[in-house]
């Protein structure tokens, strides 16, 4: 958590004026706008999403789903196997798919691209419990996840009332001028990659977020430098979006086109239970030059968390007990085993 945190600069004054929202991204490297989103729209999202969250049985039986009452026994996160059961559940949902072609916010990515854009298939909902604070995302330009072109903007908002308590993001306004994907290390949260901002002599820890209303939202192109801050309530779920939108023609990662991992779903999976078709497999209309993933961020990442974990390192340990656990019969699973058995703790 950083020690001070300065308040996000509004750019509803500039709604209207594309040259001048191009200006303040390039600038400062993201934009933030109060209710962006429709504010009812998105209440009745959060009261969708919610209410499967609580039929998972991750809120407590007994409250109101919208109110996001976590029941904390049932902590899990991306990377485990009981969060993918429930994160599966969850992106089924039709209304989380649409959510990324309302106008409100196309309209504002088209705006600021001044290309005609399309929303990346695949979608996040980031679904956070309480009090398991060493896994909130940590530091990092989303490139290494998301890859294909620097352009790409992540577009962010809370589902539902998000205050500094609740673990908003925070970005590094100007760190997109570094210009380049920097050194990213093994982290314990979500990603599992950081940067590490006080080795990097460009970039000053000069962190910027907000008490984030329903409706508001930022936006930061791939380079930016950001988190998540902890959720520190007592008891309240963390429920946003995260979804990334590009220029049609520009280039796109593969992965970029398949459910987001965690999900663990194929596509058929997820339309299961739609009851329309338009937003169906929408990106093949589309004409994108498509590249494939680049594997080595996660493979570095990887070789960091065998070595931490050989000298005892904590989180290091439980990434690895985590891998283990997902995916017991993979090269990594066998990897991991041999790395913990030889320092002596259970795989
Ligand atoms: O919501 C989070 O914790 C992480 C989100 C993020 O890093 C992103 O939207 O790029
Ligand atoms: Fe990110």
Redo the contacts with the bound molecule.
Sequence with gaps: MPEEIREFRVSNDAFDDPAELQRRLADEGYLFFRQLQNPDKMRELRRVMMTKIQEIGWLLPDTDPYDGIADTTRQCTEGDLEYTAGYSQVYKLEPFHRSAHWPEITSMIEKIMGRPIMPHPNQ?A?L?FPKFTEH??PM?Q?FV??QGNFETL???APIGDCPIEL???AVIPGSHKVGRVLDHHFSL???ALKVDVDAEEEVEPDWHSTDFEIGDT?I?PALTI???LPNYTEDRL?L?L???YQAIGDLIAEQMLTPHGPSGLEWEEVYQDWESDDFKYYWEDYDNPVVARDLSFGERGFAEALELARAGDEHAVIALQRAIKFDPDSEAAATAKEVLADAGIPG
């Design positions: 996040i980031r956070w909130t995302t990092h989303d996840h998301f992540t577009s962010w673990g908003p993001l949260g979500a990603g930022l930061f950001h988190q998540a963390r946003s995260d979804n990334r």
